[in-house]
């Protein structure tokens, strides 16, 4: 299932609706990728909420969209990891390295606004 | 494997039928919330080394018991190129792709029981257990 990406101010906001396959997480880079730049956003908040489960190649591919947002002039911010979800995560091994996280949508704009200094 | 779920494993959709029948299953069981997840998020390790490494195979789910003990149990397995270091694959951060090396010795840390039996040319099997807090 395609992931919605919806425009808010100078950011974007992906919100995960269910369970992704491998391609739905290459096709969110993609789709990412490209309305930065046609929208000029300088941050995007992907909002993993919905996702019960988080293995080695979603936080492989998070990863690698928030890097190459970056070299786009967009910070990322991953929103709403599960509990359960990050425990599992610890116990696998797996981190999110660089990339910034926040507890819910409030708080990853409140970091955006924050680290663009509000799109200015 | 009488009452078993069997997942036929080819693309990266049936990793995800895979992870939500275990999820099903396990919750069957009787495993907490967390547990489901834990669960969940192995079976996706394994069955995606089948789709990356082994192009396919299969993951059969079942109850296991032993003794007063109940818990899950699942098998992947695959007749692919199979692994010629075992030992090696289960290190933390090996790959021979460009996965992040975590799947087996991750999914070995997720699960009560893990056991690997792979041969240069006969294919793989990953057997793993997780059994319910008594
Ligand atoms: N089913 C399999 N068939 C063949 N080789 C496998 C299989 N599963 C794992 N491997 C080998 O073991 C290595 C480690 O696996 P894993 O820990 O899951 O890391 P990753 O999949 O990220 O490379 C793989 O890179 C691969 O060489
Ligand atoms: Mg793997």
Redesign the interface.
């Known amino acids: 299932m395609r992931v919605p990406i919806h425009k808010q101010g100078y950011y974007l906001i992906a919100a995960i609706q269910a369970?992704?396959?491998?391609?739905d997480l290459l096709q969110l880079q993609d789709d990412l990728s490209g309305k930065v730049g046609q929208y000029r956003s300088k941050g995007a908040i992907v909002d993993v909420t919905a996702l019960?489960?988080?293995?080695?190649?979603a936080?492989?591919t998070l990863r690698s969209i928030a890097h190459m947002l970056r070299l786009r002039g967009a910070e990322t911010v991953i929103v709403g990891i599960?509990?359960?979800?990050a425990?599992?995560?610890v116990?696998?091994?797996?981190t999110l390295e660089d990339v910034a996280t926040a507890l819910d949508l409030e708080e990853g704009l409140a970091y955006l606004e924050d680290k663009t200094k509000g799109g200015a | 494997m009488d009452n078993g779920i069997r997942v036929t494993i080819r693309s990266?959709?049936d990793?995800?039928t895979a992870?939500?029948q275990g999820?099903a299953l396990a919750e069957k069981i009787g495993f907490s919330?967390?547990e489901?997840?834990?669960i969940?998020?192995a079976i996706?390790?394994i069955a995606?080394n089948i789709v990356e490494h082994a192009q396919e195979g299969e993951v059969l789910l079942d109850h296991c018991q032993h003794g007063a003990k109940r818990g899950i149990q699942i098998t992947a397995r695959d007749k692919g190129p199979g692994i010629p270091d075992v030992a090696r694959a289960m290190q933390?951060e090996y790959s021979t792709g460009k996965?992040?090396g975590?799947?087996l010795?991750?999914?070995k840390?997720?699960m009560d029981e893990f056991e690997i039996q792979s041969e240069k040319g006969q294919g793989t099997t990953v057997t793993m257990r997780k059994w319910m807090p008594l």
């Open positions: 369970a992704l396959t491998d391609a019960d489960v988080m293995d080695s190649f936080v492989r599960q509990p359960e979800v425990f599992a995560m116990q696998l091994g797996l | 990266d959709m990793i995800v992870r939500e999820r919330q967390v489901r997840t834990v969940a998020t996706s390790e995606r933390d996965g992040l975590l799947g010795p991750g999914s840390r997720l």
